[in-house]
């Protein structure tokens, strides 16, 4: 099995496309799966749940679709990147919405309500209903992200029930609390190893993938019940299922820190390493799915780190920029890149700057990715163009050991003892070795026995908070998570461009050292200073209305539910 698409040969033909939401709701895609003659075996249940997985579990996506949720897409509306055309804050309400769908909810529910009818044990009647929650969470969890209150459905409908199928949206916590009990389910029945010596761990889903993803969905809901609802009971609640749930992965699975950093996103073959969850297998081949990340990292220009996130990183005495002596400056890339958090330099291009006009390849900012690249394909067929093989982590431990440590200190409770179980086991990782992070009597951020708070935290946020936030980007930087963490902390003043101009500055660099290349950037003084990758005040990304943390709903569902008899509400300021 070279990758879990491969399988969907089977159904994939059978997976009907809709376009109105009744249709979503009723129209089965897999007809003839339903019936006695398909829900016999273990072997035919597991070929329907292989059908979630592309979608559930992008990875890199494939071939030249790099919609994959990294740095290409929507989730680079943020401070980490430095576009010279910025994505911008919706500003119209959308006349369709292809996420407004019933699709995979309607088919983890056909499942959930089959898998009982299948004369199998009940051991595994438990293990597949608690997959098809799990999948079904999933859905509902990222349904609420996007459009917040969402219509809850526990089964597939029958295409008479128009009430059903038609009815106003349920409130965000009572579709949240379903998934909780979905995913409390899933975390108690699904199998730590599920039986099928073809396929390593690693590329199913199992008890540890449920528990990982767990942490991670309630983390996002636990912050934004507190930051946009300011519902603490509601926080507490989701925080501490998140807590848990990492703390499961941690104590009861067999997983451990990677002893490089680097390989866990360029690599050609991740079944072995200790910190990989769940991954996306890729392979060349007729027929196998590929995929063009190493590419963009490799010989296409690309957006470029800002300034701000640069100078985000630590120096290696574990103190920020703004404290540490150790600290170079910024007029030299050389400079910049010195004592610095070695994940620095396994994320970007060390020492050198690609500019645009001197290479093809140019960055944004000059700042160059290459985390995602294997050096040892860039320059052969397997590296180039859409014929990238190397594997996608779908979710690995050092996220979930972030998860933890966050929903810890969100929830008051954060010891010394959970710093040292997560964000200092991540700094001993080999060739990291950075500094303890300790937490002092009065509450500060300490290293090495010294009390700091960096002047460039943001007031609202407490110094301990900061660094473990500060952390979180850097240990995540570039894998598609701080659009996301800007929406539920409620900071995405952060990506305005205006208020924020470190954003839109790239290195420092004088043009006479580049002579006689012409270099095609704006700078902030005409013939040295930052790099400004979107020079033009009109293109500049700003934050101007609240209303963006949720996406509006399309108009073509508000004007199909009333022409069924629903008024289906707009979000708040569409």
Known sequence: MKSFISILIIVAALAGSCKKTDEFLTRLPLDQLTDEGYWTSESNIRTFAWNFYPNAFPGYSAGFDLGWGGYFSGESLNDDFAPTTPPAFAQNVPSTDSRWSFTFIRRANTMIARVPTAPISEEAIRHWTGVGRFFRALEFANKVKV??????????????????????????????????????????????????????????????????????????????????????????????????????????GNYSIAPDYRKMFNSLDLTKNPEIILFRRYDVGPGLVMHSLATYNNREPQTGASKNLMEAYLCDDGLPISVSLQYKGDKTVTDVMTNRDPRMYATFVKNTLRLNGMVNNHSTTGYAVHKFLNEEIANTSEGLNANNPTDAPVIRFGEVLMNYIEAVAELGKLTQNDLDMTINRLRKRPGINMPDLQISGSGLPMVNGVEFDDPGRDPGVLPILWEIRRERRIELAMEGFRTTDLRRWRKLEYADM????????????????????????????????????????????????????????????????????VELTQNEGW
């Open 498 to 565: 205006q208020a924020n101009i470190d954003i839109n500055r790239g290195a420092w660099i004088r043009r006479a050292d580049y002579i006689p290349t012409e270099l095609n950037v704006t700078l902030t003084n005409d013939d040295e200073g930052y790099i400004i990758p979107a020079p033009k005040p009109e293109s500049q990304r700003v934050l101007t209305n609240n209303r963006v943390y949720l996406s509006p709903l399309p108009d073509n569902q508000i004007k199909l539910y009333k022409d069924n008899g």
């Open 147 to 252: 459009f917040g209150d969402f219509p809850w459905y526990s089964q597939p409908l029958d295409e008479t029930d128009t009430a059903g199928l038609f009815k106003k949206r349920d409130p965000r916590t009572l579709v949240m609390d379903s998934v909780l009990a979905d995913m409390k389910y899933a975390a108690e029945h699904v199998r730590e190893e599920d039986i099928d010596p073809a396929l390593p761990d690693q590329l199913y889903v199992n008890k540890f993938t449920v528990l990982a993803f767990m942490s991670r969905v309630f983390l996002f809901e636990g912050t934004w019940q507190k930051y946009h609802h300011n519902n603490t009971a509601k926080a507490n609640e989701y925080l501490e299922a998140a807590r848990w749930a990492a703390y499961e992965v941690m104590t009861k």
